[in-house]
């Protein structure tokens, strides 16, 4: 699977609109994660998990970063995250669902603060991006 031109544009206009934002949206993002799908808290027993904490924020700036930085190659995101797939593969041992579960909450998330903005179009065009990105994280697991 790759995105065509048109969707790689898209990616990164709204990367444009959601870098200003990083932060917040990070943090928002794993704040829908952990009080949607409970068993998400399992990764980070020693994370004060309560909304708008130290922790989920500076969590949150480092998965927004990893974006950026998939956004940044997006035609060699498998090199860009190659460091970041080993870790959770290795290290951390993630469940490959929860890549899942945090895309879809970045979605809704970005549909939240984004309205005018996340048309279908756009809406498919992340999707994609983010299973793409969900599958580069999870290759180490097979």
Known sequence: MSLTKSEKAIIMS???K???????IGTETLER???????????????DLHPGSPQLRTHGSKV????????KHID????ALTKLSELHAYILRVDPVNFKLLSHCLLVTLAAR????FTAEVH???DKFMSIVSSIL???YR
Request: aromatic share 18%; proline share 6%.
């Open 14 to 16: 709204i990367w444009d």
């Open 18 to 24: 959601m870098s200003m934002q990083a932060d917040a």
């Open 33 to 47: 994660l952990f009080s949607s799908y409970l068993p998400t808290k399992t990764y980070f027993p020693h994370f």
């Open 64 to 71: 927004v970063a990893a974006l950026g930085d998939a956004v």
């Open 76 to 79: 060699n995101m498998e090199v």
């Open 114 to 117: 984004f309205p005018a903005d």
């Open 124 to 126: 498919a065009a992340w």
């Open 138 to 140: 999870t290759e180490k």
